[in-house]
């Protein structure tokens, strides 16, 4: 469809079009509304004037659609036979009633680009022919559920929940009284028929028993026949549309049924057509559901503006009926804009489709062709449901007034929060779980105070309380929850692949020291430490099978040793790197100054003692550490609302973090200061690298240890040990292991030799 005019479709009950001679042009003829006999059509006024209001809304906007106009036809849905000519005429776009089939949705050139309604139980039977075309349909009626099925009616949409959440409404309605022997009638319609089964279906898990269920007509012989039967029931549920319900009710009148309880669907529950039936109330209590009164802002002034126009002189010089002389605000007091809300929101739900399948920019909009199925694709909302509003719902009863029954809010419903049922009269609204209630001057007066985070009231409203240490309070679903116990199990995937990289650490380093055991006597493994760097493997191994220790659920024990293990051994392999580096630098860059020194240093056990020094303050820090603090296994409740996380108490010093990082720093430093050796010595690169390594580990560790982040703390600290450990291994060792076993040329005396002797001529 080429634009900037587009246009809609309005399907309306019977009776509508026609109503008033002037109802298609822009005024309203007074005499219409006259006679109480014409509430019947009142609603399907409102509904004509809904869509008018909406469109009017549009055409007047910047925002949607800005320079388009939006057009629409009446269409009156009075008979099937009209239907189906209507939507051939619709659909084709021939001259004649034509509608051949196509595979390809583009090749439907139809009148206009969307439909509103048909607004009663006829939407089944119209609906598989607009999903040829993927025509966007949406009903302002109560959906029936086969119409849910996307895969069926990709095109169907809805302004009012569907039957399946109004009959959960109703059966909560039921169980809120203990309404639990109930009768069920309904028209013989889709949505009638659908209902009630619904009904039936669900009513054993509301705890209601249903002992009678009629389909009902117009028919005053068959109603007098059902009304018998059921009158062994105080309660019935009618599910059909208002013109059954209107016959319904006259019968019931004629027959004189009182003290009956009448539970109305959405269908008819504020239809002013079966509020109309004199004597109505005399039958008992109409109580219901009906679609959530929203606002439709302006609507009522825009009713007033027409009321006030001057209507066309007919020629009539008869005698006119006393009229009520009716205003707008009395139409929608009566009515209110429960009906013409759906429409409403309909001719904005397609618009806003329009808008966005015509890539419309502000005060700007793309003139192309548009088929209905790109109209129907940029409907928004949920694309598996067909309604396009919250499911909420009013539970009203019906009062006598001097007119019309009036309807009284009762009540609210909605697919989120379930049933509310509210009070008549009240000094102060009841207060929440969370909040408390502080006592005013009358007993039924009172303030509601807000307790603390965390906190809410049970059995004393006027007391906050909390929830036991092992629950916490969840505030969506306004209960105490049990509080999960968190801690790194050894089934968490994480967990496992830490544990198989340490393991396999472990491996490596069992065969580094067989390895290095083979070839001691030669001069790589001489150069990279001789015995101390077996002791260095030891030390990295004892580290790797520590790790497990920092899996799986902690006890003291485990909790006063593990982080021992890890510093003291670590302690150890960087002294012994110190060491290892300190000799280099001795031997090549100060041993002509000062060789009586370091032969007595080297001599006398000076590197061992060094190691062994440097070890023995780590021990006393670690040792002191433990008998200050006392590392524990520990129960903490307050860093997470909801979770319970069990972990060590160990906590770091700052002579320990200074500890580290002074001995790191020393290694590297040595090691920096004998970057120019001979290349057969290049295990102070090595030394370097570890060094460096080791120290972005033991930062991340900290980092870790401070944030505290529950069980991914735990995996983090697993990680950052197993990260300087590694640098060590891969680091250090892994390159002499290269040397020997896929470089044996370069591990013999002479090659060394030769390096040794390019060094000294180069310097």
């Keep these: 469809m080429l634009l ?14 026609n109503w008033c001679t002037d109802l298609i042009g822009h005024n309203i003829v007074p005499s219409c509304l006259c006679s109480c006999s014409n509430w019947r059509n009142v609603q399907q006024f409102l509904m004509v004037e809904a869509m008018r209001f909406a469109v009017d809304e549009i055409n007047n906007s910047s925002n949607i659609l800005p320079n388009i106009t939006l057009g629409y036809q009446l269409l009156d849905n009075c008979s099937m036979e009209e239907n189906f000519h209507s939507i051939l005429h619709l659909l084709s776009d021939t001259e004649v009633d034509v509608l051949y089939v196509w595979h390809d949705p583009s090749k439907y050139l139809p009148t206009a680009l969307a439909i509103i309604g048909p607004g009663d139980s006829t939407a089944a039977t119209n609906a598989p022919f607009y999903r040829l075309a993927f025509f966007l349909q949406i009903d302002f009626f109560d959906s029936v559920q086969m119409l849910a099925n996307k895969r069926l009616y990709p ?12 009959t959960r409404a109703i059966l909560r309605l039921m169980q809120r009284f203990s309404w639990t022997w109930v009768a069920i009638v309904g028209s013989s319609t889709d949505y009638g028929q659908e209902s009630m089964q619904l009904f039936l279906d669900m009513s054993a898990t509301y705890g209601v028993c249903v002992p009678y269920l009629h389909t009902i007509t117009t028919s005053p012989q068959d109603t007098m026949r059902i009304l018998a039967e059921i009158m062994a029931v105080n309660v019935t549920v009618i599910f059909a549309e208002d013109t059954v319900v209107e016959s319904f009710f006259q019968v019931a009148v004629n027959q004189s049924i009182e003290g009956k309880v009448w539970v109305a669907s959405n269908t008819w529950s504020v239809s002013t057509r079966v509020a109309a039936v004199s004597g109505i109330l005399k039958t008992g209590t109409v109580l219901g559901i009906a679609v959530k009164e929203r606002p439709m802002p302006g609507f009522e002034e825009y009713l007033s503006k027409k009321f006030q126009s001057p209507a066309p002189h007919t020629g009539s010089n008869g005698l006119m009926t006393s009229c009520m002389g009716l205003t707008a605000k009395q139409i929608l007091s009566y009515t209110g804009t429960r009906v013409s809300y759906g429409v409403y929101a309909a001719v904005h739900a397609a618009s806003e489709a329009l808008n966005l399948a015509l890539g419309c920019k502000p005060n700007l909009c793309e003139r192309k062709r548009i088929y209905p199925w790109q109209v129907r694709s940029n409907v928004t909302g949920d694309p598996n449901r067909q309604e396009l509003v919250e499911s909420e719902y009013d539970i009203i009863t019906w009062h006598a007034t001097a007119q019309l029954p009036s309807v009284t809010i009762v009540g609210h419903y909605s697919r989120r929060r379930g049933l509310k049922m509210g009070p008549f009269s009240v000094c102060s609204e009841e207060c929440s779980l969370t909040a408390r209630k502080e006592r005013g001057s009358q007993k039924c007066c009172f303030q509601c105070i807000p307790c603390a985070p965390g906190m809410f009231t049970n059995k004393n409203p006027y007391t906050c309380q909390s929830c036991n240490v092992n629950e916490w309070w969840n505030p969506f679903e306004q209960r105490c929850l049990k509080r999960e116990v968190e801690f790194l199990r050894w089934s968490d995937p994480a967990a496992m692949l830490l544990t198989c990289v340490s393991w396999l650490a472990v491996i490596l380093t069992l065969g580094i020291i067989v390895l290095f055991l083979w070839y001691q006597d030669t001069p790589v493994v001489k150069a990279t430490g001789g015995r101390m760097s077996l002791v260095m493997l030891v030390c990295l191994t004892v580290a790797y099978v520590n790790i497990s220790l920092y899996i799986g659920k902690p006890f003291n ?32 860059k100060l041993a002509r100054r000062l060789p009586s020194a370091y032969n007595y240093w080297a001599h006398h056990s000076g590197p061992v003692l060094t190691i062994v020094g440097f070890t023995v303050v780590d021990i006393i820090i670690q040792v002191t550490h433990c008998i200050l603090t006392h590392p524990k296994a520990t129960v903490d409740t307050s860093s997470f609302p909801d979770l319970i996380l069990l972990n060590c108490s160990h906590s770091l010093q700052l002579l320990d973090i200074f500890y580290k990082t002074l001995l790191s720093l020393l290694a590297f430093l040595l090691a920096y200061l004998s970057k120019d050796l001979p290349p057969s010595y290049s295990e102070v690169r090595c030394i370097a690298f570890s060094a460096l390594i080791f120290l972005v580990g033991w930062g991340f560790y900290l980092t870790v240890h401070v944030l505290e982040l529950g069980r991914l703390s735990s995996v983090l600290k697993v990680l950052s040990i197993l990260l300087s450990l590694l640098g060590i291994t891969a680091g250090y060792f892994l390159p002499r292991c290269y040397i020997i076993l896929i470089q044996p040329e370069r591990n013999t005396a002479t090659f060394f030799q030769n390096m040794i002797h390019e060094y000294t001529m180069g310097s």
């Design 155 to 166: 095109s169907y949409f809805c302004t009012v929940p569907s039957t399946l959440e109004q």
């Design 4 to 17: 900037p005019v587009c246009w809609m479709i309005l399907m309306v009950p019977p009776s509508v079009v």
């Design 557 to 588: 024990l485990v909790c006063l040793i593990r982080h021992p293990i890890y510093a003291i051994t670590s302690s150890i392999c960087l002294s012994c790197m110190a060491v290892k580096s300190f000799q280099l630098v001795c031997i090549f």
